[in-house]
């Protein structure tokens, strides 16, 4: 299952998804790093926090007009279920046409042509989802590469987390520890098509 949520005044969307766990027990004292662990629970004080959250869930979804489909399981005593947010970023596009090799697209990550996966009538606005590996920074100039600003960096693990901007645009974009050949404050950023979801434009 996924929920999505963006808070108010923020530019990123959240995604939540569900894990079903098969041994809650041997997560919690085998993988000090998980973030269930990081949460300082026993494995009996977390099920019955997600047994009071997980109704709590479904009741806000469907007062939201969200239809829940599929169900979660336990095994033995403990609830087997967490979920993870995740970052995710939020980008106005409008649809130019809608033809046999995708949907072709005007944003500001220019000109793009991606599945098609949403609402998607020609002349129509929509939302452009894309997870932060959904792009890949550049040091020189292509034809498919738009320019953009790193305005911070941090580290991740294996992963350089970098905030960039391209106008008014703030986007989060990942890349893998060493991908990037040079860090430069002016970049040059191109998107895999495969990786877009298309969504329905904000209600204005």
Same mark, same amino acid.
């Given at each position: 299952?996924?929920?999505?949520?963006?808070?108010?005044?923020?530019?990123?969307?959240?995604?939540?998804?569900?894990?079903?766990?098969?041994?809650?027990?041997?997560?919690?004292?085998?993988?000090?790093?998980?973030?269930?662990?990081?949460?300082?629970?026993?494995?009996?004080?977390?099920?019955?926090?997600?047994?009071?959250?997980?109704?709590?869930?479904?009741?806000?979804?469907?007062?939201?007009?969200?239809?829940?489909?599929?169900?979660?399981?336990?095994?033995?005593?403990? +609830?087997?279920?967490?979920?993870?947010?995740?970052?995710?970023?939020? /980008? &106005?596009? #409008? !649809? @130019?046409?809608?033809?046999?090799? %995708?949907?072709?697209?005007?944003?500001?990550?220019?000109?793009?042509?991606?599945?098609?996966?949403?609402?998607?009538?020609?002349?129509?606005?929509?939302?452009?989802?894309?997870?932060?590996? +959904?792009?890949?920074?550049?040091?020189?100039?292509?034809?498919?590469? /738009? &320019?953009? #600003? !790193? @305005?911070?960096?941090?580290?991740? %693990?294996?992963?350089?987390?970098?905030?960039?901007?391209?106008?008014?645009?703030?986007?989060?974009?990942?890349?893998?520890?060493?991908?990037?050949?040079?860090?430069?404050?002016?970049?040059?950023?191109?998107?895999?098509?495969?990786?877009?979801?298309?969504?329905?434009? &904000?209600?204005?």
């Amino acid at each position: 299952m996924t929920v999505l949520a963006r808070a108010p005044g923020a530019t990123a969307l959240y995604a939540g998804g569900m894990e079903v766990m098969d041994d809650l027990d041997s997560v919690l004292k085998g993988q000090p790093h998980h973030p269930l662990t990081r949460l300082g629970l026993d494995s009996v004080r977390l099920s019955t926090e997600l047994d009071t959250v997980i109704p709590a869930l479904l009741l806000a979804l469907e007062k939201d007009g969200l239809k829940f489909q599929g169900a979660w399981r336990t095994r033995g005593l403990y +609830a087997v279920i967490h979920g993870i947010a995740r970052p995710a970023n939020l /980008v &106005p596009a #409008t !649809v @130019r046409v809608v033809a046999e090799d %995708g949907v072709h697209l005007e944003s500001p990550l220019g000109p793009l042509t991606v599945p098609r996966n949403g609402p998607c009538g020609e002349g129509q606005a929509v939302t452009l989802l894309l997870r932060p590996t +959904a792009f890949s920074l550049w040091v020189r100039a292509d034809v498919d590469r /738009v &320019p953009v #600003t !790193v @305005r911070s960096t941090s580290f991740l %693990g294996g992963v350089q987390r970098h905030h960039v901007e391209i106008g008014e645009l703030r986007l989060v974009v990942d890349q893998p520890l060493g991908g990037v050949e040079e860090l430069r404050s002016q970049m040059w950023l191109t998107v895999d098509p495969a990786a877009v979801y298309l969504l329905p434009a &904000p209600a204005s």
